[in-house]
């Protein structure tokens, strides 16, 4: 059974740090790892898609790495903001996604 | 282009009562996927429907909650009756992907069910 973990649980940095955030995964048989984000009371915004023939991923501030065979995958976000405080989770599988707990980013001016 | 519409937004009932969800997943998109949430974990598959066939229902509690997705567009799933443990958010996703091809999921912003 697939099993994925996020740390850490929580994050608070100044404005304009850089940073990453770790997920790992149990069984590296993958397909498919995505990285979310949700703010609260909201659903979740995908932020970057890797497929398990890629190895990283860019968009605008963040990369997303992913390692399959150490069953690992980071999100570096770039000078962060205040804006990018959220729960970020991420997501490993085909059509079947099993999620991380998320780390709970906050990012203070 | 509009996004995946749920309603309600929140509800709150007393245990043994029945409650429904709607959603309304983006325009063209085949797959639906209804998860749950519940409070500091990540979302978790109950079940998953390509056009109206239900594929992966493997962790959707069949003896209380069922689920539809009539003409393979709008879908609803029920919980019947509650119990105090199903107080958690229901996600609603919906994506482009087929079971050959799967893609991003896109998420509406859930109903917050509250169970008294």
């Known amino acids: 059974k697939q099993e994925v973990t996020q740390i850490p649980a929580a994050l608070s940095v100044p404005e304009g740090e850089n940073l990453v955030l770790n997920c790992s995964f149990t069984?590296?048989?993958?397909?498919?790892l995505q990285w979310f984000r949700q703010d609260p009371g909201k659903g979740l915004t995908s932020l970057l898609l890797i497929q398990s023939s890629q190895r990283e991923q860019t968009s605008g501030r963040l990369n997303a790495s992913l390692d399959k065979s150490s069953g690992r995958s980071t999100l570096y976000i770039a000078a962060s903001q205040p804006g990018d405080s959220a729960t970020y989770l991420c997501a490993v599988g085909f059509q079947k996604l099993v999620f991380g707990t998320g780390t709970r980013l906050l990012v203070s001016p | 282009e509009a996004g995946v519409v749920q309603s309600p937004r929140y509800k709150i009932i007393e245990k043994k009562q029945p409650v429904a969800f709607w959603c309304n997943p983006i325009s063209g998109h085949n797959t639906l996927y209804w998860y749950l949430q519940n409070l500091g974990q990540g979302p978790e598959l109950l079940i998953r429907y390509e056009n109206e066939e239900a594929v992966d229902d493997s962790q959707l509690p069949k003896d209380r909650f069922s689920a539809e997705r009539l003409k393979g567009v709008d879908s609803t799933l029920k919980i019947q009756p509650a119990e105090l443990g199903d107080s958690a958010v229901y996600l609603c996703?919906?994506?482009?992907?087929?079971?050959?091809?799967?893609?991003?999921?896109?998420f509406g912003p859930g109903t917050r069910l509250t169970v008294l």
């Open positions: 996703a919906s994506s482009p992907g087929t079971y050959s091809s799967p893609d991003t999921q896109y």
């Open positions: 069984d590296s048989a993958i397909y498919n």
